[in-house]
């Protein structure tokens, strides 16, 4: 059983991602390890090479940002990578997902036990995200996600890259009984922790991955206002974090806002998704 894994980076040092964590996290469990760089201001394709493990094999490519419509450039990103992968098993984290080493065995055993059952395409984790801080878990967020998917079989990165599936009307789902199975390991997001002027930069540059109109020229990273954390649906973490991701932990430099939870009514995004369950609004 052959095992690659894959990821895409472009600007991961300016917009402060954790990708070398994110990295180390992954190297155990793969045979090789495919990072796509995008054409960077910073010297994210410098740290990737300074990684130095012969698993890694990065190319580089230019991002097309007239192809956005729905993050279609995010996805299209994504399947550089895939299509470069060799092994049985593609194993996808984005920059700011972690693994824990705790969950190794688990994932080790989902991919021995259902390689040779074709009918399993996927297999997926569960999800902690973070908010504004190490200790803050936002419970909002998806619950489940596929990272790691059978090779071979005509999958792709749909959408904006958060799914896997033949077509944009065929994605796999995280359900059991559905081509994919569990494999009871966490993935650990960090999309929003960061210094606050960083989640800014950040942000301003994600929203050119969607078709959202005249967008006008992106504001210079000094001309942002910091980035002002909001903790609707969010409660103290208490567990531990993976050990790849101690020393961003401990360098920490922002102070984060007083952290005081905000009840989910308040959240709209959780009212439009039970009015869109209920029929009352599409």
């Given amino acids: 059983m052959k095992v690659s894994g894959f990821t895409i ?25 495919v990072i796509g760089v995008g054409k960077s201001d910073d010297d994210t394709l410098d740290r990737v090479h300074a990684i130095d493990d012969p698993r890694i094999r990065v190319f580089e490519t230019e991002w097309d940002f007239s192809k956005r419509e729905g993050g279609r450039l995010l996805a299209d990103q994504t399947n550089l990578a895939l299509e470069r992968c060799t092994g049985d098993w593609c194993f996808y984290l984005q920059a700011d997902e972690v693994l824990h080493e705790e969950d190794a065995p688990k994932i080790r055993a989902a ?7 074709p009918s399993v395409k996927g297999l997926w984790f569960r999800y902690l995200h973070f908010m504004g801080d190490y200790d803050i878990r936002n419970v909002l967020g998806y619950k ?18 958060s799914k896997f599936g033949t077509s944009e009307s065929d994605a796999l789902r995280a359900r059991p009984f559905s081509g994919t199975r569990p494999t009871g390991a966490r993935v650990f997001h960090y999309g929003y922790v960061r ?43 208490l567990g531990g974090h993976p050990e790849v991701m101690a020393e961003t ?19 709209r995004a959780y009212w439009r998704r039970r009015l869109r369950k209920a029929g009352l609004i599409k």
């Avoid at 990272?147 to 990165?157: A, D, F, K, P, T």
């Fill in 111 to 117: 991919m021995a036990r259902w390689h040779g059952t």
């Fill in 249 to 267: 932990i401990a360098a920490k430099d922002w102070e984060t806002p007083p952290f005081h939870p905000v009840p989910l009514w308040r959240n």
């Fill in 9 to 33: 980076l472009r600007n991961a040092v300016r917009f402060a991602y954790p990708f070398e964590p994110s990295i180390r996290s992954l190297l155990p469990f793969v045979d090789e390890l």
């Fill in 195 to 237: 210094p606050p002027r960083s989640m800014a930069d950040k942000t301003e540059w994600f929203r050119r991955m969607y078709d959202r109109g005249k967008l006008g020229a992106p504001k210079k990273r000094e001309e942002l206002s910091d980035w002002e954390y909001e903790f609707i649906a969010c409660v103290r973490y």
């Fill in 144 to 161: 489940t996600s596929i990272r790691i998917i059978r090779n071979g079989v005509g999958l792709r990165s749909i959408r904006d890259a």
